[in-house]
Nanobody, 127 residues
């Protein structure tokens, strides 16, 4: 089992930036990928970005491509989401997720692929 704790959320004006962090602990040695998802009020979980546990591959939702960057620090078991040029429609609770499953890459955009989830951190972008 892997435990995940997110931090870094907050209130920012449109056009601003935030950096989310996710600390992973526990049985990370079988990890294959980590991802960020978000959920706005009344909506389903939405895929944001994913990164292979080796850090070599990343995948982004079209809505954040070019604005958000996912990265990880293997030595510290940390996963980050740098969010630039934020828009009001980025307002949501952001969740870090982790998986030990091996699957084709586009499947890592599906929430069901992930084994562990953090508690979420609120990001609010004002217009």
């Amino acid at each position: 089992q892997v435990q995940l704790v997110e931090s870094g959320g907050g209130l920012v004006q449109a056009g601003g930036s935030l950096r989310l962090s996710c600390a992973a602990s526990g049985r990370t040695f079988s990890s294959t990928a980590a991802g960020w998802f978000r959920q706005a009020p009344g909506k389903e979980h939405e895929f944001v970005a994913t990164i292979s546990w080796s850090g070599g591959s990343t995948w982004y939702a079209d809505s954040v491509k070019g604005r958000f960057t996912i990265s990880k620090d293997s030595a510290k078991n940390m996963v980050y989401l740098q969010m630039n040029s934020l828009k009001p429609e980025d307002t949501a609770i952001y969740y870090c997720a982790h998986t030990t499953k091996n699957t084709y890459y586009s499947a890592y955009a599906v929430p069901d692929v992930y084994d562990s989830w953090g508690q979420g951190t609120q990001v609010t972008v004002s217009s």
